[in-house]
């Protein structure tokens, strides 16, 4: 069974930069369609980005210019690059999973916080 480990969160200053990585237990990864969503504080749980196993992508307006989603299948990992990050960034960071035709697989989550 797959499961998805995320690191990279930390604080970081208004305007930098963060890389976060999900990394995948299991096998099958390749096939997965990686998706990253994020949940505020007192917020709701919302989408960031999505990466299918063709490597095409899709973004959040929020986001799109600022984050790039990209995979590297050859270390079962999916990443979230994410530039000039603002306060409002501030949120824990999930990485998701789906296998076609099956229910999502979730990680356990990463804390970004964006503050001078």
């Known amino acids: 069974q797959v499961q998805f480990v995320e690191s990279g969160g930390a604080l970081v200053q208004p305007g930098g930069s963060l890389r976060l990585s999900c990394a995948a237990s299991g096998n099958s990864f390749s096939t997965y369609v990686m998706r990253w969503f994020r949940q505020a504080p007192g917020g709701q749980r919302e989408w960031v980005a999505t990466?299918?196993?063709?490597?095409?992508?899709n973004y959040a307006d929020s986001v799109k210019g600022r984050f790039t989603i990209f995979r590297d299948n050859t270390k079962n990992t999916v990443y979230l690059q994410m530039n000039n990050l603002k306060p409002e960034d501030t949120a824990v960071y999930y990485c998701?999973?789906?296998?076609?035709?099956?229910?999502?697989?979730w990680g356990q989550g990463t804390q970004v916080t964006v503050s001078s």
């Open positions: 998701n999973g789906v296998f076609p035709g099956s229910s999502p697989i």
């Open positions: 990466v299918t196993s063709g490597a095409a992508t």
